[in-house]
């Protein structure tokens, strides 16, 4: 049975979990460690579900909400599920789960990315409901380091 839940403590499983899951998102993510894990999961923006199969961790996803000037902003990042897990409406259950969330704490629209090599991913977005917008994404590589 598929349950979700919204992580708050960068336990043992969860790291270990986060280990297991991110290698599967980006071959280039560098391995959370706890300190790093309680950051995301502590940080006031941010809401990180994680959906569990009979208990096994199987799938993350972190709801971005924030506010600016022309009202609350939602984005779905890092959406991942284990590959033994797919094709079983994790990743859907997630999605649907955070545009719950994103509706009851004010946002009117929830944006995401995804590169189009990401097939399966691209399908799953569109079918749920995910429109392509006419706007172009851009962004700036910063060389320096932040001190
Ligand atoms: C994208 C991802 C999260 C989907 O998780 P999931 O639990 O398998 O999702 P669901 O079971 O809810 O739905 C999967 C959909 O992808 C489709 N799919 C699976 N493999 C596919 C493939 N190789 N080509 C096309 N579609 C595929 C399934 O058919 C299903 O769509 P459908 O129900 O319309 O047929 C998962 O594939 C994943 O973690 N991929 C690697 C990381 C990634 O790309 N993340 C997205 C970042 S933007």
Redesign the pocket.
């Known amino acids: 049975m598929i349950e979700l839940h919204i992580a708050t403590e960068p336990t043992d499983e969860l790291v270990a979990a986060f280990r297991r ?1 991110l290698p ?3 071959s280039s993510a560098a391995p959370l460690d706890r300190d790093a894990l309680a950051k995301i999961l502590g940080s006031p923006t941010n809401i990180v579900l994680i ?1 569990r199969d009979d208990g096994i961790v ?2 993350t ?1 972190t709801l971005v909400l924030y506010l600016v000037p022309t009202g609350v902003r939602a984005r ?8 033994s ?11 649907r789960e955070a545009l719950r969330l994103a509706a009851t704490r004010g946002a009117k629209t929830v944006d ?4 189009s090599t ?8 569109q ?1 749920i409901g995910f429109e392509p917008r006419e706007t172009h994404a851009y962004r700036y590589v910063l060389k320096n380091k932040a001190k």
């Open positions: 899951l599967q998102l980006s959906a199987v799938g996803l779905i990042e890092d959406v991942v599920v284990d590959a897990a797919r094709g079983r409406g994790v990743g859907e259950a997630m999605i995401l990315t995804s590169n990401r097939v399966a991913a691209n399908q799953l977005y079918r």
